[in-house]
């Protein structure tokens, strides 16, 4: 007996499985010397999680694809198109050749050793034994329950097998198509972590379901195949994420709106500009970001609904130098594509602005375009981590939200997202005396107070432009606001 105790997985070092987001979401990547069953339909993406797997083997720590499925050459024609390295991958390939079926042969799995050619155990066992590979990625074993006699013998045999691979030292991947028919409950009673893949309209997901003896991040994972390989984008985990700033006032540069706004909105805040379309929500947030600019600071706005250049047009029509800030990487205009996105990987998208660009104000414009990208999916839940995310990232956002409504029937923000905000400023277009005009308002302010007036705002060539609080005016909110003449003071 060794007379030291043997390492805990949490104490191993993690092996990668050559994919980034998967080692996160594993927090670290997988426990060496255990079995993991990697579940899903054809054409999810289990071969290539393998690759990647197997292309992490050194000279020093080979690794082994036993393929029951496709031929080597065939994995290998493949690998080649993604751009995977395969020199220190070894395959034993017991596909079935094209002499099944012209000389109607058949396999003898784990078959008694009397016969004489050799089985396809004795395969494996040499192959093991002449390689003792680290890494082995077994395609797919689902091929030995079809060969089995009955479902205990293929129960014994597959515990077996990952029993032997693992005495050898081996983290073994096997993979499972679960079927109506043939379930593989059994399978993940043996194993001990799954990951499940999947496909459906709303896009690739993965999932880790069991990761014995290691914590992960639970949920479903956005997955997308690209040109080199699986990318993993992990569900965010705002909590996980922290970092020290003082919530100062960041100005307009307008003092009128600095007024309303009791002199700004604060750093780390989140802020929900609310009204109906080309009221002016975009460019009050630009506006922000114009004045943190001659500071230094870097802003990120991310388009869903316009062109990146319909942008730069609109902001300069406005004398909004955006152009200059866009050069001096105080600006960053993201045009997404919504339908080509999933939230997931969008996050990731903003990660990267804030801990590798030094991020200081996220725009999202807006919640509409936005939520196209959720394709069925509850948008709260995935708002309300990015916000915390950027939050306890010290980042400032300002959230654009649409209403439907020209006039009348005032809204806050239609999305159920209020509680969310730090901050919700309206604007609303007013029609007095047969002319249509704009109104800026404050309904929310969590870390100051603000004016409870409203003021009008106006977007103009020279920028933009607060006016003086809106006293005489009733009827505000419905739209249709009527002056009040002040009553006369004493003669």
Not at 22 to 29: E, H, K, N, Q
Not at 194 to 213: D, M, N, Q, Y
Not at 424 to 441: H, S, T, V, W
Request: charged fraction near 20%; include cysteine; charge should be negative.
């Amino acid at each position: 007996m060794p007379s030291s105790r043997a390492k805990s997985s949490a104490e191993q070092p993690r092996l990668s499985t050559g994919i980034e987001g998967l080692d996160a979401i594993l927090t670290g990547g997988l426990v060496p010397n255990q079995t993991y069953l990697l579940r899903g339909g054809p054409g999810n993406g289990k071969t290539t999680l393998g690759l990647h797997f197997l292309t992490q083997a050194t000279a020093k720590e080979p690794a082994l694809f036993i393929t029951l499925g496709e031929a080597e050459a065939k994995i290998r024609r493949n690998a080649e198109r993604l751009g995977f390295n395969l020199e220190f991958v070894h395959f034993l390939d017991l596909s079935p050749s094209a002499d099944f079926f012209t000389e109607d042969k058949s396999y003898d799995i784990f078959s008694p050793a009397d016969v004489e050619r050799e089985s396809i155990t004795n395969q494996i066992l040499t192959s093991v034994q002449n390689l003792h590979p680290k890494r082995v990625f077994v395609d797919s074993i689902t091929q030995f329950r079809y060969l089995s006699s009955d479902t205990y013998q293929f129960h014994q045999q597959v515990l077996s097998f990952v029993r032997y691979l693992t005495d050898e030292g081996a983290t073994t991947i096997f993979t499972s198509e679960d079927s109506v028919a043939n379930p593989d409950d059994d399978l993940q009673f043996l194993s001990d972590s799954v990951i499940t893949l999947t496909k459906a309209s709303a896009g690739r997901t993965i999932e880790v379901e069991k990761f014995r003896g290691s914590g992960f991040i639970e949920g479903i994972h956005s997955l997308k195949l690209a040109p080199s390989g699986m990318v993993i984008f992990p569900q965010l985990q705002p909590d996980t994420f922290s970092r020290t700033y003082s919530p100062d006032s960041m100005s307009s540069g307008i003092p009128e709106l600095d007024e309303l706004l009791h002199g700004g909105i604060e750093r780390g805040t989140i802020t929900i500009v609310t009204g109906p379309t080309g009221v002016g929500k975009t460019t009050f947030g630009a506006q922000f970001m114009k004045e943190a600019a001659g500071r230094g600071l870097r802003s990120v706005i991310y388009s869903f609904e316009e062109a990146t250049d319909t942008i730069l047009h609109r902001c300069e029509s406005i004398n909004m130098p955006v152009r200059a800030m866009v050069e001096n990487k105080t600006l960053q205009i993201n045009s997404v594509e919504a339908l080509s996105l999933t939230p997931d990987e969008f996050a990731q998208m903003v990660r990267h602005e804030v801990e590798m660009q030094g991020t200081q104000i996220v725009m999202i414009d807006s919640l509409a375009g936005y939520r196209l990208a959720m394709r069925g999916k509850d948008m709260t839940n995935h708002v309300h981590a990015l916000c915390r995310y950027l939050q306890n990232m010290g980042v400032t956002t300002i959230l654009v939200n649409e209403l439907d409504s020209i006039t009348g029937d005032f809204q806050a923000t239609g999305q159920g997202l209020s509680y969310l905000a730090d901050n919700i400023i309206f604007l609303r277009y007013l029609e007095i005396n047969g002319q249509l005009r704009k109104a800026i308002g404050v309904l929310k302010k969590r870390l100051s107070d603000f004016e409870t007036t409203l003021r009008e705002f106006q977007v103009t060539r020279y920028g933009l432009k607060v006016g003086l609080p809106l006293s005489n005016l009733r009827g505000i909110l419905n739209g249709v606001p009527e002056w009040i003449t002040p009553p006369k003071g004493p003669e």
